[in-house]
């Protein structure tokens, strides 16, 4: 029985994943019986940095202890210490992490990911999150007057 896995991402590069790690993504499962001849899976939608990042997380995860994974679950604003060095990159990168264990279907990831943002995103203003998401207010000040009062309960 094979070790590992070779995916193939969009920058052509071929990466061996070691099976466990690949049966975290349930894509695998399905995307096993598409792949080619040589047995390389495409990744059309992964870089391969990011495929790495994905490979760190998956590495970690199956070290830990079931009460550590339980316990990152059951979590909701938390991070482990190995989380916050996880997610120290760019706002950017996480953003790709998504998407790619969206595609991946590596459920445990998505999850982090996410909790990352939103942990980044709670209790800040509008104007703070136009900063963070890089969105331009593109409202008059008018504008944004009635829709304030409009919406008074939201920024309570």
């Avoid at 790690?21 to 499962?29: P, T």
């Avoid at 070290?63 to 990159?89: G, L, R, V």
């Avoid at 969105?135 to 008018?142: G, M, V």
Wanted: net charge negative; hydrophobic share 40%.
């Amino acid at each position: 029985m094979n070790t590992t896995i070779t995916f193939q991402t969009n920058d052509n590069k071929e990466i061996e994943v070691d099976i466990n790690i690949a049966k975290l993504m349930i894509i695998v499962k399905s995307a096993m019986e598409d792949a080619d001849d040589d047995g390389v899976m495409p990744l059309p939608n992964i870089n391969s940095n990011i495929l790495e990042k994905v490979m760190d997380y998956g590495k970690m995860w199956l070290t830990m202890t079931d009460e550590q994974k339980n316990d990152i679950k059951q979590a909701t604003n938390n991070h482990t210490e190995w989380e916050k060095k996880y997610f120290d990159i760019p706002q950017e990168t996480v953003f790709e992490l998504i998407i790619a264990a969206n595609y991946l279907q590596m459920q445990i990831l998505l999850d982090a990911s996410c909790k990352f943002i939103a942990s980044l995103i709670s209790g800040k203003t509008t104007e703070e999150l136009r900063e963070i998401f890089n969105i331009e207010n593109d409202y008059t000040p008018d504008e944004e007057q009635a829709m304030k009062e409009e919406n008074a309960w939201a920024y309570e």
